[in-house]
């Protein structure tokens, strides 16, 4: 019986992190998208930050599983306008800058799970977005 999308990504996301250089590019490709997106990071710690990004990875793609939506609803918080103030326009290069590092990381990559990883993502990134 074939994966669901979120198992796939569940799975592909497992062998990305195998390597902690996963998130030190996805920061290079992400910071590197755009200079208001780098502005963003001049004062953050990036180690501590790439590792609360494993962790919210995670979270986006346990939501798509079914799990509740709260921690994603808190990252709605942080991101919000009253907060980091993070446009929702720039969640596409966020995803683009992603789909990039999967590419890389992934030895298993297939095209297929380009459309996976998207799909499996949208839904989390419109929870945190949407509490703009
Ligand atoms: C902080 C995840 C999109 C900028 C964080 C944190 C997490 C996180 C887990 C730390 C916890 C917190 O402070 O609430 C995510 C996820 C995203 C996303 C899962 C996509 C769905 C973005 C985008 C930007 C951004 C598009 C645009 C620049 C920031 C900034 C911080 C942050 C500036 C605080 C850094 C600091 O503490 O200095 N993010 N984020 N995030 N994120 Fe995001």
């Not at 290079?28 to 990004?53: C, N, W, Y």
């Not at 799990?67 to 446009?87: E, F, Q, V, W």
């Not at 596409?92 to 992603?98: E, R």
Request: a neutral charge.
């Amino acid at each position: 019986r074939p994966l669901s999308d979120a198992d796939a990504v569940f799975q592909s996301y497992g062998r990305c992190c195998r390597s902690e250089r996963f998130f030190e590019d996805f920061y290079t490709h992400f910071m590197g998208s755009s200079e208001a997106i780098r502005a963003k990071f001049v004062d953050t710690d990036m180690p501590a930050q790439r590792h609360l990004l494993r962790a919210g990875l995670l979270w986006l793609i346990m939501y798509a599983r079914g799990a509740p939506g709260g921690k994603l609803r808190d990252l709605g918080k942080s991101h919000s306008r009253g907060g980091y103030d993070i446009h929702p326009s720039w969640y596409g290069l966020w995803l683009d800058a992603l789909m990039t590092t999967i590419r890389s990381h992934d030895p298993e990559y297939v095209p297929e799970l380009e459309r996976q990883w998207r799909a499996v993502m949208q839904g989390g990134i419109d929870v945190i977005s949407g509490a703009y």
